[in-house]
């Protein structure tokens, strides 16, 4: 009895090295002919091609199987070929086929899923250059815009009052400090463009003195939160352009922030004095729309910007921010 046990697991222990080392070579061969270059069609009939040549060399393994198996339990063997394998010779050749159908299957599938992978890290990757590169472009369209305003403020100040002249040129130098110490794929507390803003709007404030009154309603829990660099910057400079300027009475500008309740995201209302109509070039003009497209490719559909006139003569810029960093490279939005 223990003699026929040790003979049935040596038996299988050889049909079953002689099949790894069937598809050990076939995968070498597979490897060295570049087949894995190939279109996937023309792989698969390769392949298919080749499973009944590797069933045939099995076959081979159980030949010297049975023999095998006979002499190390009866201790005698027979290589007679014909008369012990005969009637066996299409099971086996069917069951290599299938084993062999199935590995091959296998080995297939795993290619495919590694290079579909390859494929997609290589398209994300491309698409990551893309969004950096297009942020860095809008980021460069909104600076100079901000710059020739800031300059254009400074102007009159000089023979007007020096003293005053100075002190906007340092807050001028801030401005300009913070603006090119930020990454353009980068956040900044809310609560620090807060701060340069509030700079920027005392240059107006000396532009257009007692025309222009600024409020502001910050609620504390919005300071710390990430928001792109200069999009408030933005969101007031096109109300001081579209609002400000193009009224010649007295008019208001006010910035309110607070964390959504409902969804947690940070909302920031930068209201002016106008009307919409008059400021229709706003929703499309260059400063809110690189505003609405750097936080699509930042945040996705998870943030927004609103532009609407709520109440007659007073109209409002909301934006959404997610509390989070954006999307990075490897993990950009879904379109």
């Given amino acids: 009895m223990e003699g026929h046990v040790i003979g049935y697991l040596l038996s299988n222990i050889v049909l079953a090295a002689g099949g790894v080392l069937v598809t050990h070579l076939f995968r070498g061969f597979i490897l060295t002919r570049g087949w894995l270059g190939l279109a996937p069609g023309s792989l698969v009939m390769r392949v298919a091609g080749a499973i009944p040549v590797l069933s045939l060399f099995h076959v081979g393994f159980t030949y010297l199987e049975s023999p095998l198996e006979s002499y190390l339990v009866k201790h005698h063997g027979s290589f007679d070929f014909i008369n012990q394998h005969l009637v066996y010779l299409l099971f086996d050749f069917l069951f290599g086929f299938l084993t062999f159908g199935f590995w091959a ?3 297939l599938g795993f290619h495919f899923h590694q290079d579909r992978r390859r494929v997609e890290k290589e398209s994300w990757r491309l698409a990551a250059e893309l969004s950096r590169a297009r942020l860095d472009a809008l980021r460069a369209q909104v600076n100079p815009h901000f710059l020739f305003n800031a300059l254009n403020s400074l102007r009159g100040l000089i023979d007007e009052n020096p003293g005053r002249a100075r002190d906007a040129v340092t807050r001028l130098a801030s401005i300009l400090r913070y603006s090119l110490s930020t990454d353009s ?3 900044v507390p809310f609560g620090t463009e807060l701060t340069v803003v509030m700079d ?5 404030l000396l532009r257009f003195e007692d025309r222009l009154t600024v409020r502001k309603k910050i609620h504390p829990e919005t300071l710390e939160r990430p928001i792109p660099p200069m999009l408030l910057q933005t969101l007031v400079e096109n109300a001081v352009k579209y609002g400000v300027s193009q009224n010649p009475g007295r008019c208001e500008l006010s910035i309110f922030a607070i964390v959504d309740p409902t969804d947690g995201r940070l909302c920031i209302r930068v209201a002016n004095t106008g009307h919409l109509g008059a400021d229709e070039a706003c929703s499309t003009g260059k400063g809110l729309r690189n505003a609405r497209e750097r936080l699509q ?8 910007l ?3 006139e709520d109440t007659p003569g007073l109209v409002r810029v909301a934006v959404f921010v997610p509390n989070r960093q954006p999307f990075g490279i490897g993990a950009l939005p879904a379109s």
């Fill in 105 to 107: 299957s296998i080995y």
């Fill in 185 to 187: 794929d980068a956040t």
């Fill in 200 to 204: 920027y709007l005392e240059l107006e």
């Fill in 297 to 304: 490719r930042l945040f996705g559909r998870d943030a927004e």
């Fill in 306 to 308: 609103q532009i609407a």
